[in-house]
């Protein structure tokens, strides 16, 4: 699918525009599409993303300017892509996560508790921090439950072992006996086990 097919529709008056037609309204610089379209070619969803949070950027009746939107989508498309540092570490989100904070950038814009136009990256990257924190400690939590498990199944399987042993300790010292003797009796030779055969038979 190429970006010329992702259609963008007025909710006011539902008229269609493509992408790039819509990109070319907003900024006039090359850069600054193409990193656009490299973030569609890795995912169009992400990249019908990216072009809609451009908009919260654009001041109200002017458009986006270049110097702007290469300064957002420089830093943005690499953290999309791949990943971006912030608090003196780095940060990775898949694509999902990051679907979920774009959408809830989106909320905040549409209830008006967010102000517009943003300055930059800082509130998303703000929201995509927290939501790797949640991923890494519901990770974090399944490996530990993993790790149980496992300790769980190592410490049942010692105790059969143990209660199996100490049956066997306890066994009728008779039986034992005769174990141990069977153990060491001389095994009835060939001939003998032929012999004994024949005399049943013909018995």
Known sequence: MT???LVNTCPVCGAEESLDAMLHR????????RLIYEVITRSFVLGGHVARYLRLHKPAKHRLSMTKA??????LVPAVTGSFTRKGREWQLGRDGWDAA??????????????????GNA??????????DKAEAAAEKQHEH???????????????AAVAANALQQ?????????QDSARATPMPEHIK?????????A
């Open 146 to 160: 993993s790790l149980r498990s496992r300790e769980y199944r190592s410490d049942a399987a010692t105790d059969i």
């Open 70 to 75: 290469r300064t957002v989508l420089a830093e």
């Open 171 to 179: 066994r009728d010292p008779a039986l034992v006996k005769l174990d």
């Open 123 to 132: 509130y998303l990257f703000e929201v995509a921090m927290q939501l790797a």
């Open 3 to 5: 970006s010329a097919q």
């Open 102 to 119: 774009f959408a809830a950038v989106f909320r905040q814009a549409e209830s008006g508790a967010l102000q517009l136009p943003l300055s």
């Open 194 to 202: 032929a012999k004994i055969r024949q005399l049943k038979k013909g």
């Open 26 to 33: 907003m900024i006039q610089d090359d850069e600054a599409r």
